[in-house]
Nanobody, 125 residues
């Protein structure tokens, strides 16, 4: 089992920046991919960004590419999401996710078996 805890959410204005953090504990040696998803009421939880824990490859959804940066420190079991140029459309609960080996580049919820409790990000106009 892996435990994930997000932090860093808050209320900001459009154009501002925010950094989310995710602390992993437990069987972290089983993690091959880690990423971020987000969800708003009435909508499905959607992919935001993913990184390969060892290789360091990064993948982003089209809606955040160029504005968000995912990074991690495996030695510290920490995952980060730097969010710049925030838009009201980015408002959502953001979830940290961890999963086992996956060779593909298209990511969805089924690729991840461990989830955090979520942290709220609200961007005002």
């Amino acid at each position: 089992q892996v435990q994930l805890v997000e932090s860093g959410g808050g209320l900001v204005q459009a154009g501002d920046s925010l950094r989310l953090s995710c602390a992993a504990s437990g069987r972290t040696f089983s993690l091959y991919i880690m990423g971020w998803f987000r969800q708003t009421p009435g909508k499905e939880r959607e992919f935001v960004a993913v990184t390969r824990w060892i290789a360091g490859n990064t993948y982003y959804s089209d809606s955040v590419k160029g504005r968000f940066t995912i990074s991690g420190d495996s030695a510290k079991n920490m995952l980060y999401l730097q969010m710049d140029s925030l838009k009201p459309e980015d408002t959502a609960v953001y979830y940290c996710a961890g999963g086992g080996y996956y060779s593909g580049t298209d990511f969805h919820r089924s690729n991840f078996g461990s989830w955090g409790q979520g942290t709220q990000v609200t961007v005002s106009s």
